[in-house]
């Protein structure tokens, strides 16, 4: 069986007087417009010029009618180089291969020919008969799709309720804290370490420090967010105190709108303050 790039013939008999050349597609194209004139062909031991031909498909259709100009005996492949160039025939008569060598590799391989064989000259005598089927195009690969994004992760609640009010803050999302937010009694040690890391970093002066440990201290004994929610003595003991210590502590945001940081609060516990009325108490 041969293959739409085969440019050699294979026999086969259409009946008893006239002989049949099979091509593959390619091939029988290239015949019909006239790209193709020669063929290698093996078994016609009467292949002689003026021979009638039919050259076609495997599956007989369409037919070409062709005759044999020239025919002249091939005892070896390895001699059809020097053989054509003699009869003055070129590659591209033959096959669209770009060296000889290929053309014999593929014959070679395909077994279309043994030999002895001939190589003939061909020329169309007429229309080809039938219609050629459509030309086989190779399955397109397959493009690699790209991987589906990554779900989104459900952001975190700013706030993770605890027991008894208490709600633990997240380490995203906007918290809302006034300064009489409470903090959780057992969390003012870890909120003490934080503050002194940070004090420790950017080195108040003296006075700055004599301003600072009298406010963050009382803030953390009464567990208050802010100064603003140190009770009516407190702040008055502090008075001398406040101006400075909030002042540096705003400029180093460790306060923000007069109660800590939310994100120096992070993981800690915290309880709004509420009213007489029980509702929390807005910032």
Request: aromatic content about 2%; charged content about 20%; proline content about 11%.
């Amino acid at each position: 069986m041969t293959t739409d790039t085969t440019d050699t013939a294979a026999d086969g008999a259409a009946d008893d007087s006239q002989p049949v050349l099979i091509f593959g597609r390619g091939a029988l194209t290239r015949l019909a417009d006239g790209r193709k004139t020669a063929t290698i062909s093996s078994e016609i031991p009467d292949a002689a010029p003026g021979v009638t031909v039919t050259a076609t498909l495997p599956d007989g259709t369409p037919r070409l009618p062709m005759q044999i100009v020239h025919s002249l005996p091939l005892e070896e492949l390895a001699a059809l180089p020097q053989l054509a160039t003699q009869a003055g025939l070129e590659l591209s008569a033959f096959t669209k291969c770009r060296s000889w060598s290929a053309y014999l590799d593929n014959v070679t391989t395909t077994g279309t020919v043994t030999t002895p064989a001939h190589i003939l000259v061909l020329t169309t005598t007429g229309e080809l008969e039938g219609t050629l089927p459509p030309k086989k195009h190779p399955t397109p690969k397959r493009k690699r799709q790209p991987p589906p994004p990554p779900k989104p992760k459900p952001a975190p609640e700013p706030l993770k309720p605890v027991k008894n009010g208490w709600m633990q803050i997240q380490t995203t999302g906007p918290v809302k804290l006034t300064p009489l937010t409470m903090i959780h009694p057992q969390d003012t040690p870890e909120l003490q370490q934080r503050i002194t890391a940070v004090l420790a970093r950017r080195s108040p002066t003296l006075q700055e420090r004599r301003a600072l440990a009298p406010v963050i201290g009382a803030l953390l004994e009464k567990g208050k967010a802010g100064p603003a929610g140190l009770g009516k003595a407190d702040r008055e003991r502090l008075r001398k105190q406040l101006h400075t210590a909030v002042a540096w502590l705003t400029k180093h945001q460790l306060l923000t709108h007069g109660h800590w940081n939310p994100k120096l609060l992070a993981g800690l516990r915290i309880k709004h303050a509420t009213t007489r009325g029980g509702a929390p108490t807005k910032q």
